[in-house]
């Protein structure tokens, strides 16, 4: 689980990772990273749109990309901020598949 320091939680600060952030597209996910400040932990947001399933579908798949990122969280650069916005296909995605996909884009852009 992330705790709260390690979680963005403003529309203001989604809005500003998605428009300016380093896209990176997987098959299961779109993981969007901008680097703010050099002395702040990393922080993560979860877009999950009705689109991906029903409430029980999306809440699964956020608990499993939070889950995903509490694992990645020390390899990440401090003062990065990412949103991950799940696809359609992450609802039957397994999770290895998963964090796969999510792992080899922070990889990319926040490490």
């Known amino acids: 689980m992330l ?3 390690n979680r963005l ?12 952030g380093r896209r990176c597209a997987g098959a299961h996910a779109v ?8 002395d702040e932990t990393p922080r993560f947001g979860f877009i999950v749109s ?4 029903s ?7 956020r608990r499993r990309l939070k889950a995903i990122c509490a ?4 390899s990440i650069r401090p003062g990065s901020d990412v949103v991950l916005r799940a696809l359609p296909s992450s609802a039957e995605a397994s999770f ?6 999510v792992q080899r884009c922070l990889a990319r852009r926040a490490a």
Do not use: F, H
Not at 31 to 38: F, G, K
Not at 55 to 61: H, I, L
């Open 71 to 74: 694992e990645a969280l020390p």
């Open 3 to 5: 705790a709260r320091p």
């Open 96 to 101: 290895q598949d998963l964090r796969s996909d």
């Open 50 to 53: 009705k689109q991906v399933g």
């Open 9 to 20: 939680t403003r529309g203001a600060d989604y809005k500003a990772v998605v428009r300016r």
């Open 31 to 38: 993981a969007y990273v901008t680097s703010t400040r050099d």
């Open 55 to 61: 409430a029980v579908v999306r809440n699964t798949v």
